[in-house]
Every structure is written in structure tokens, then in C-alpha cells.
């Protein structure tokens, strides 16, 4: 599958190479990765795999030791402001000046951003319940979350990163922010790169997936797409080993025993069962623990 951009501008988000160590731990081992601009991406990976480290890599926040990360075509490290105004971010840990109410903290960064959407502020802080007149300590956590959220959308962000921004919003709060993602990149094409460990919450939306394990991106691919042409299959290692090789299959987890997950070309090339190999859908869990192994 090919990521380039249809009207063959630069990608928005361009890494190669990248190299991250803490101490002696090699995080970021030679990562390549490029997105377009317009799609929304599910960026998953066990705990520690480097899901923040690459996102703080890639905004220019954490100087790799190797490779290079370019937004917009500019190199991460060194980003003009008026790229800098084209992206926003949730980080992981609350980064609310937490002594003011909500519409101080939206005032104070409106007053950076030359583009401001005071309707869909607006709009979202009705729909969220967010209090304006509380102190932000005062808020709970999940709406403290949410107004993270809306100030990293106000100024109309082409590129928006968020790290798990969903990790303290209930499941109701979760579907609503997922639908506003997506109706982000209907009506603005804004890129979208967000981790995440909710799995369940990626079925209902039409993003793309990334993987990151070993400190690479192992697939990076849209997610029906994936999950169309996946498979668990079930046998003996011999048996699946030789349906594999024989359906031309990708066995993408190498596990002696237990289901083996394994992927076609597309759609048509999954082959039906045999009386000695079962074939069935795999889930995203299935491809989560197979990939990120
Ligand atoms: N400042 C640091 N100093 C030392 N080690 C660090 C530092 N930041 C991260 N690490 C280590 O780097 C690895 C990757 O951490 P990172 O936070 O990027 O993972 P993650 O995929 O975001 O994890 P999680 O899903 O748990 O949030 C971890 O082993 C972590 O302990």
C-alpha cells in the first residue's frame, strides 16, 4: 500500500532513520515513517514501546541521535512559527496551567495563534460540559482531558498529535471525541497521528493503524483494509506452516504454539478452511499482539 500524496505535495510528516537511546536502552532503532496529509492515525504499541518518545521525536521536542524528522517539509528541530501554528498537541500528561479557569487558559493561547475558531470552541465546551469559570484543578480528569483537547484544536491544526488523549474519557466522551476527529478530516483534511491502547475504539472509525515495536514501525496500513485481509489460523504448526506457504500468506506472528495470524494480499486472497487448518477474521487484538511482540 502506498501512503504518497495524491496532489504529490511533500508529506506532512516525514522521519527516517530516527535513533533515540535513554542510557544504554535503544528506544527509536532506525525508524522510517511517512504520512499524507488527511488521514488519522491509531499509532499502538505496548507500554513502553516509544509511542511518546516518537511523538516528542517528531514534534521537535526530543533531539534524536540519528536521523531526521521533518513536519511540513522542515526539519522538526527547527520549525518557523508559522509551521509551529499549523499543529497542535495533546501531551500525555496534562499541560494546563491549572490555577486558571478554562476560559482564561483558552484566552491566554488565543492570544499566540493567529487562526482561532471561537465557534467550534464554543461549540465544544457546551457539548462537553466543560465549566469556564472553574479553576482547571477543580475540573476531573476527564475534563481536564477534553479541554487539552479543545485548545489543541482551536487554532485549526493541519497536523494534530495526541498522546493517549482518550486514557481518562469514558466510553460515551471517547465516541464523541472520535467522531470529532473524524469530522476534522472530513471538513479540514487535518492529519491526525494519536496512541492509544483502547483497541475496541478503533473498530468504529475509519483510521489507519501504525504499529510501532522494536522501535520501528512494523505496518503501518488502513484499518478494514487490514483487518479484511487478515486471518488467525488454528492447526498444527506443520499444517498451518504449509497453508501459509502454500496460500502465499504473510505470517505476521511466528509463535510456536497457539493461532498463527497471517495476511493476504487483499480480501480475495484468504483462502477457505481445511479439515486440518481453521480460518477465521482476526481481530485487532489478534494483529496487536502478533505485531507488537
Ligand atoms: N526521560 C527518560 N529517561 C529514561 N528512560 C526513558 C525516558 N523516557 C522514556 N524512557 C524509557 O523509554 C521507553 C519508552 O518510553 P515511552 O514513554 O516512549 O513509551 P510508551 O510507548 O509511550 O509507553 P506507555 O504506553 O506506557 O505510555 C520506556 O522503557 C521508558 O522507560
Redo the contacts with the bound molecule.
Keep these: 500500500m502506498s501512503f504518497q500524496n495524491n496532489d504529490g505535495a511533500s508529506p506532512c510528516l516525514a522521519l527516517q532513520g530516527l535513533k533515540v537511546s535513554?542510557?544504554t536502552?535503544r528506544?527509536l532503532d532506525g525508524l522510517d515513517w511517512s504520512l499524507p496529509a488527511g488521514r488519522v492515525v491509531g499509532l499502538l504499541?505496548?507500554?513502553?514501546?516509544?509511542?511518546?518518545?516518537?511523538i516528542e521525536t517528531l514534534l521537535g521536542l526530543r533531539a534524536p541521535e540519528g536521523g531526521t524528522a521533518r513536519l511540513f517539509g522542515q526539519p522538526s528541530q527547527a520549525l518557523p512559527d508559522d509551521v509551529r501554528a499549523r499543529i497542535g498537541y495533546v501531551p500525555?500528561r496534562s499541560d494546563l496551567f491549572e490555577w486558571l479557569t478554562a476560559d482564561q487558559l483558552l484566552a491566554y493561547f488565543r492570544s499566540f495563534y493567529p487562526r482561532w475558531n471561537t465557534a467550534k470552541v464554543d461549540g465544544l465546551m457546551s457539548r462537553w460540559g466543560i465549566a469556564r469559570d472553574k479553576p482547571i484543578r477543580k475540573l476531573s480528569g476527564g475534563e481536564q482531558q477534553r479541554l487539552s483537547i479543545i485548545r489543541a484544536l482551536a487554532h485549526e491544526p493541519e497536523l494534530l498529535v495526541l498522546?493517549?488523549p482518550v486514557a481518562s474519557l469514558d466510553p460515551a466522551a471517547r465516541r464523541d471525541f472520535l467522531g470529532e476527529l473524524v469530522d476534522q478530516v472530513i471538513d479540514r483534511r487535518t492529519t491526525i497521528v494519536f496512541?492509544t491502547?483502547i483497541l475496541s475504539d478503533l473498530e468504529r472509525v475509519a483510521v489507519d493503524v501504525a504499529f510501532?515495536s522494536g522501535g520501528r514501525i512494523a505496518l503501518h496500513a488502513p484499518l478494514d483494509e487490514l483487518l479484511e485481509s487478515s486471518v488467525r489460523l488454528g492447526g498444527v504448526p506443520a499444517d498451518i506452516e504449509r497453508f501459509v506457504r502454500e496460500h502465499r500468506l504473510q505470517a505476521l506472528s511466528r509463535e510456536a504454539a497457539g493461532p498463527v495470524i497471517a495476511r493476504g494480499r487483499d480480501a480475495e486472497a484468504i483462502p477457505p478452511a481445511t479439515p486440518t487448518v481453521s480460518v477465521d477474521p482476526a481481530t485487532l487484538e489478534d494483529l496487536f499482539l502478533a505485531l507488537t511482540a
Design positions: 535513554f542510557g536502552q528506544v504499541g505496548r507500554n513502553g514501546a516509544g509511542k511518546t518518545t516518537l500525555q498522546d493517549e496512541s491502547h510501532l
